[in-house]
């Protein structure tokens, strides 16, 4: 027996179709459900609704598995039938993760969470703690980046379904390796989103890039956002997710008493409480409001940590050679990236002129491992024209200062899936529309965005193109030659540096320290008993150390102490070990 139950206080009539059987269904009640109980529907049995008299038949907005894509039948799924052996997993802790995003479509030349199983072994060799996967909700065609969901508790099928998503973390937690999950709620995919026949889960009393807003704070609400928490749970719960990243919460509107994120931080609390493990919630926002990760005790949000852009965009603005356009246009100072490194936001209630306003608060005594810290990830690289990575734009040596800084920072570090050999091949955007008009939109939207910037629209990749995708996929072969190699011993280096060192595990604010000289191009980063230094300018850099420090890493070969200096070659960075700091956080002069 199965009970078939759906939120749709739209609609007057409503039937659900089983494999070949059509019944009407009971309701709704006060609070607009319709139910019916059958005794014929199992574990694969096929189903969707009929809304009203309309004949088209609707999937379920809830289905836990979509088969024949979003727009066809849903299937009974059973979360109980799969036999799960990770009982005695438990997840590092946040504060001390090695975080990698990667997306499951060009991960592996398969583009499957079965594939993905078999780099898991790399990963966990190489020092990573936690995978973050960009979504694997279910969204029209066979292949994108995920951000245009319809069907959010069903797992992409081109990527394996929910049996497949439950083996890799299964999988993944046998390597002792956590596994995180980019859930969207900020709104719902352009093709296939058959939500609005049911309930109104989109309210036009807000806008957002998107269209209407989520309906977090309207009339109907309430199962509105039960809806997303139920979704959250089910991550977590039924299949095993260590913890959610949140995509875009900026877009969220909710005048709500008690916001849709704390009401969310409330529910995984619970949980964990009930499950007996630690569950993490991380939001991308683009506030740089504190309150999202301020504990809800102290009346924030009570998320535990969220991506840092002000860090990204300052260090990416100081190692480009790029004009700087759009946002970028608000950094370019080593005084911004040393106020990041120090303060988290570098607007924290300052001017900001790309927004044209006011923007940000300070963090305050937040510790700064509530925050991560990258230089590359899948919006900062596939947003660019032609996807291009980080050493394509500012060169191998300045990629390499790059990885240094993230991973010595005092934030949480994430790197994004190649970053770490340096992969030659582009992360594009890259989507498959089965509706033709949407196809086109999409194409000529992209080849218009990025010709005002000054692109030739030849140049553009096509998103809905075949190949932009497959031209995005990892190339696995380059790994172990060349300069992929050699970026690769440098991450795995500087990641071995960071786990064995106290100070650079240490995220307390105020403990981290940096002095520059814009005019020269170079930065010093203090973290306890360990200093980064870096040589951006166009000649030497000679800088003092006391005569046991030593110099444990450099971007370009074997640096020494002589008489108490070192003399570092421009584009370089050097890490030195052993300054004589009595306290974390003390200001050492030398």
């Not at 009539?13 to 009971?26: F, G, Y």
């Not at 969220?306 to 100072?333: I, K, M, N």
Request: hydrophobic letters at 40%.
């Amino acid at each position: 027996m199965y009970q078939f139950e759906i939120w749709a206080p739209l609609a007057t009539k409503m039937a659900v179709k089983i494999n070949d059987t059509v019944r009407p269904l009971q309701g709704p009640d006060q609070g607009g459900w319709w139910r019916l109980e059958a005794h014929d529907a199992a574990h694969g049995s096929d189903y969707g609704y009929f809304v009203n008299d309309e004949e088209q038949c609707y999937p379920d907005p809830r289905s836990l598995s979509q088969p024949n894509g979003v727009h066809g039948l849903s299937r009974v799924y059973e979360h109980s039938r799969f036999n799960w052996n990770d009982a005695k997993f438990r997840p590092s802790p946040l504060a001390s993760a090695i975080i990698y995003e990667l997306h499951i479509g060009t991960f592996t030349p398969q583009g499957t969470l079965d594939a993905a199983i078999n780099r898991l072994d790399y990963l966990a060799e190489f020092g990573v703690t936690h995978i973050e996967l960009m979504p694997v909700a279910s969204f029209a065609g066979n292949y994108g980046w995920g951000y245009d969901g319809v069907a959010l508790f069903a797992v992409h099928h081109p990527y394996g379904g929910p049996d497949a998503l439950k083996r890799f973390v299964n999988a993944a937690h046998e390597r002792d390796l956590s596994v995180l999950l980019d859930v969207v709620y900020n709104h719902f995919g352009p093709v296939g989103n058959y939500t609005g026949k049911f309930g109104p889960y989109v309210t036009d009393l807000h806008h957002t890039p998107w269209g209407g807003a989520v309906n977090f704070e309207d009339g109907g609400s309430l199962q509105v956002r039960r809806f997303f928490c139920d979704n959250a749970l089910m991550w977590l719960q039924d299949f095993h997710l260590d913890g959610l990243r949140l995509d875009a919460v900026h877009a969220f509107v909710d005048r709500s008493a008690i916001h849709f994120l704390e009401q969310l931080a409330t529910e995984t609390e619970t949980l964990s409480a009930a499950l007996g493990r630690r569950l993490v919630l991380i939001a991308e926002s683009d506030l740089n409001d504190p309150r999202v990760v301020t504990p809800r005790e102290a009346s924030g949000f009570g998320f535990d940590a969220q991506w840092s852009d002000d860090f990204h965009h300052a260090l990416f603005a100081v190692l480009s050679r790029e004009p700087a356009g759009g946002y970028y246009a608000d950094f370019g100072t080593l005084a911004q990236l040393a106020k990041a490194l120090e303060q988290t936001f570098v607007y924290d209630g300052v001017f900001s002129q790309y927004r044209n306003r006011m923007h940000g608060r300070p963090t305050g005594n937040l510790p700064q491992h509530h925050f991560l810290g990258y230089i590359q990830n899948h919006d900062q690289i596939g947003n660019r024209a032609i996807g291009d990575r980080l050493t394509e734009t500012v060169g191998f040596e300045r990629a390499k200062i790059a990885a240094a800084v993230v991973l010595m920072s005092p934030f949480v570090p994430m790197i994004f899936q190649g970053e770490e050999w340096a992969a030659s091949s582009p992360f594009q955007y890259f989507a498959d529309h089965d509706d033709p008009e949407m196809a086109k939109l999409v194409s000529e939207g992209r080849k218009q965005e990025f010709s005002a910037f000054g692109w030739d629209p030849v140049s553009i990749p096509d998103p809905e193109s075949y190949e932009t995708f497959e031209r995005s996929r990892l190339n696995w072969d380059e790994v172990t030659y060349g300069q992929h190699a050699e970026m690769r011993a440098w991450y795995r280096d500087l990641i071995q540096l960071r786990r064995s060192t106290p100070a650079l595990n240490d995220g307390e604010p105020r403990h981290t320290r940096v002095s520059h000289d814009q005019q020269r191009g170079w930065f010093c980063m203090e973290r306890g008993d360990v200093a980064l230094h870096c040589n951006l300018g166009e000649t030497e850099y000679l800088f003092s150390v006391p005569n046991d420090a030593v110099v444990v890493l450099s971007s370009k070969g074997s640096l020494s102490v002589e008489n108490g200096a070192v003399d570092l070659p421009p584009d370089t960075v050097a890490i030195v070990k052993g300054i004589g700091t009595a306290a974390y956080g003390s200001r050492v002069t030398y």
